[in-house]
């Protein structure tokens, strides 16, 4: 049974990625991730409004942001501050950009009135020149903290460990304010295979949310991509990241 659901969820989505070239491609995923996201909504019992889906356009050209905004999208992720700094003066106004990427201190400056929120933050370092620079632009920034929950070497965030005491130390900067975690699951053909760990991330953010931090909420969850975002949403996520399963395959020629 579990390994059959795998299989149709892993049909839905290569359904969607093979979709590539010609005319209205992003429109027709879109629709067709928007659908996938309800349905698992279904199966979790959840309301399809709690979960934000982020198109994720990095290395993508204007006019394929522009066929998704088209069709509705308003959340935009990039992974890249220059990507930002480009694209923003291109597009509409009224998109949420999202930074999704490994972000280095002396680059926050350039971004930090330009996105709605950052979610790769894992460090304290990281987090204080966020706060410096917010100040200056007299904002706010709205961050999650990085968690890499399997452990991997590759990749960037804080174990989950010293998720707690991370978020303790940042909660007391001024201008910034933790909104929730953010993972990146490793990659694997089987989404089930991630399943676990997504429960991980979602308890972890309970069980700091039961410490009533100051300025602290635990109210958003981003974790889930192209190849494991319908598990993601069954698990709890509420902003799930899609990058492939929208604009079709990236080329980094
Ligand atoms: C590229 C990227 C994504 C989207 O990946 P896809 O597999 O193309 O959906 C999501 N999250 C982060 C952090 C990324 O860098």
Request: hydrophobic share 45%; aromatic share 2%; charged share 25%.
């Given at each position: 049974m579990k390994v059959e659901k795998a299989a149709?969820?892993?049909?839905?989505?290569v359904g969607a990625i093979r979709k590539t070239g010609g005319n209205e491609m992003v429109k027709?995923?879109?629709?067709?991730?928007?659908?996938?996201?309800?349905?698992?909504?279904?199966?979790?019992?959840?309301d399809p409004n709690e979960v934000?889906?982020?198109?994720?356009?990095?290395?993508?050209p204007v006019?394929?942001?522009?066929?998704?905004?088209?069709?509705?999208?308003?959340d935009f992720g990039e992974n890249k501050v220059q990507e930002i700094v480009d694209k923003h003066?291109?597009?509409?106004?009224?998109?949420?950009?999202?930074?999704?990427?490994?972000?280095q201190r002396n680059k926050v400056k350039y971004i930090i009135d330009q996105?709605?929120?950052?979610?790769?933050?894992?460090?304290?370092?990281?987090?204080?020149e966020i706060s410096s620079q917010a100040e200056k632009k007299q904002v706010n920034a709205d961050i999650l903290i990085e968690v890499n929950i399997a452990g991997e070497e590759s990749k960037f965030g804080v174990s989950a460990e010293d998720a707690a005491q991370l978020i303790e130390e940042v909660s007391v900067l001024p201008h910034i304010r933790?909104?929730?975690?953010?993972?990146?699951?490793?990659?694997?053909?089987?989404?089930?295979d991630n399943r676990e760990y997504f429960r991980q991330i979602r308890k972890?953010?309970?069980?700091?949310?039961?410490?009533?931090?100051?300025?602290?909420?635990?109210?958003?969850?981003s974790m889930g991509m192209t190849g494991d975002y319908m598990v993601a949403i069954e698990e709890g996520a509420t902003m799930v990241r899609v990058g492939t399963g929208i604009f079709g395959e990236r080329n980094y020629k």
């Open positions: 149709r969820l892993l049909q839905q989505n027709e995923n879109l629709a067709q991730v928007q659908e996938n996201i309800r349905r698992a909504c279904e199966r979790a019992g959840r934000t889906l982020i198109a994720v356009s990095k290395t993508k006019p394929m942001l522009e066929e998704a905004y088209e069709a509705g999208s308003r003066p291109q597009l509409p106004q009224d998109i949420r950009w999202h930074m999704i990427g490994h972000l996105v709605c929120l950052i979610h790769s933050v894992d460090s304290l370092r990281l987090a204080k933790v909104k929730g975690l953010m993972a990146i699951a490793p990659f694997v053909t089987n989404p089930e972890l953010a309970v069980d700091i949310d039961a410490k009533n931090i100051d300025n602290v909420t635990m109210s958003v969850l």
